[in-house]
Structure formats: C-alpha cells, structure tokens
C-alpha cells in the first residue's frame, strides 16, 4: 500500500510541474487504399492503383509530464480508391471517393530534441461515398460522375493508427510539428451482403467497385472477402500550447 500511495502521490506531483496543454490545426495528405483479395485476384479486368487522400481537422494534446501524454484528434478525412481494367476489350477508369470523420485517441511520447511517437486507436465514421466511372473511348450512356455508393459499406471502421516525426518550436507558445502517420484498419470497411441483397443492390445501381467485387472471386462466383482501409502519409500540425515550450 505504501509503494502504491507513494506512486501516486509522485504523479500527481509530476502532473502538477510539467502539466502542458496544447490545441490547433493538423492536416495530413496520404495515400490511401482498400485492400481485398477478391479485387487483388480478378487480373486485367479490374486493377486497384496508387491514390491519394486527404485529411484535416482540430487536435488536442495533454502531457502529464515533459515525455508522456494523451491526444485526440477530430478530422474530415477523404479516402480514394482508383481502378482501371477492361471489359470485353474496352478500357475504363474508376475512382471510389469515401467521406469519413476521423476520431484518433492516441498515446505520445515527445523527447527534449523535439522527437515524438504516437500510437492508439481510430474510430472513422463513414459520412458519405461516390464513384466516378468513364470508359476508353467515353460512353455518355455509361460514364457518370457522383453516383452514390454508400450501400455496402461499414458504417464505421475501427483501427490502429502510429506515427513519428519532429516537433519544432516557432515561438515561446507556437509549435508546427511535422512527421509520418500510418493507418490500418481492423474491421471490415465493406460490408457482406447475401446473395439476394447482392443481385437486388447490383441491379439498382446502389454498390460500387468495392463493394461490388468483395462478394465476386476471380471465377465469378458468389464468396465475399473482407476488406480493409489502410492509408500512410505525411501528417503536419500547427498548435497552441499553454505551457511554455522553451521551460
């Protein structure tokens, strides 16, 4: 009992001297992909290709001592998927444009040389989703733009989210920081659908890509693969700290 009421006493005495509050702005631009071995395995018809997303929102940090603290973050993040392939010798391309809010409760670690690490988990709540579609030569019964594609996606995906980088004092109260942040989602970002609903959802036009081909293998037949949301990027903040950053 003593070493516990020692312990606390200790920290509670180490948040009272180095307690720092920090608040502002972060953006972060990545390249981000929905992985699925269902779309990965379909060959020349259908090919998932390099893209990039976006992100950007409010961020708030508390350190119980110089080393040690918790964050939370709120952003509006755009996550792209892109595709080409060909159907019956005819090529097309595609994008798959999903919305989310983004709630990062992440655990960090900052060092007196102006390092930090932070990891923890994220919550991404789906806001909304569109596909853009145009064939090679372009088809203006077939090309749309904008097209509504939230069925069959999970309403919300929970992660793991790290990241590194520096901290860079630009005044006594003003910090940017500067790193890497990477994303891996845990949960299905897809949603598996029965066959019925499958067919009923295709003929309405209501799933797109991604949705679409995690219940197709690559022979055509009915068998749904999970997906999963990964992104990595470069991620830069702009904050408002209370405590001074030179003590």
């Known amino acids: 009992m003593k070493t516990i009421f020692f312990i606390a006493i200790w920290l509670m005495s180490a948040t009272a001297v180095f307690a720092q509050f ?6 972060a631009v990545a390249t981000t992909w929905l992985l699925n071995d269902n779309v990965s395995d379909q060959g020349p018809n259908l090919n998932p290709n390099f893209s990039v997303g976006w992100s950007s929102g409010v961020v708030g940090n508390f ?4 080393s040690i603290g918790v964050g939370a973050e709120l952003n509006y993040s755009v996550v792209n998927q892109k595709y080409d392939g060909a159907i019956m010798e005819i090529n097309y391309d595609a994008v798959n444009s999903l919305k989310y809010y983004e709630l990062p409760l992440l655990f960090k670690l900052k060092t007196e040389t102006g390092f930090y690490f932070e990891a923890g988990p994220q919550f991404d709540f789906l806001l909304a989703a569109t596909e853009d579609f145009s064939m090679s030569p372009a088809d203006p019964d077939l090309d749309y733009t904008g097209t509504d594609i939230k069925t069959g996606l999970s309403g919300m995906v929970t992660g793991a989210v790290f990241g590194f980088g520096g901290r860079f004092p630009l005044s006594n109260h ?6 890497l942040r990477f994303f891996a989602g845990l949960t299905d970002a897809t949603e598996e659908e029965s066959e019925a609903e499958y067919l009923q959802n295709m003929e309405n036009g209501k799933l797109g890509i991604a949705a679409a081909f995690a219940h197709i293998d690559q022979q055509g037949n009915f068998h749904y693969e999970k997906t999963t949301l990964t992104s990595g990027g470069i991620q830069v903040g702009l904050l408002y700290s209370f405590g001074n950053l030179k003590d």
Do not use: P, S
């Open 174 to 179: 003003v910090l940017l920081t500067a790193g």
């Open 22 to 27: 920090e608040i502002g702005l972060n953006g």
């Open 63 to 66: 350190y119980f001592t110089k």
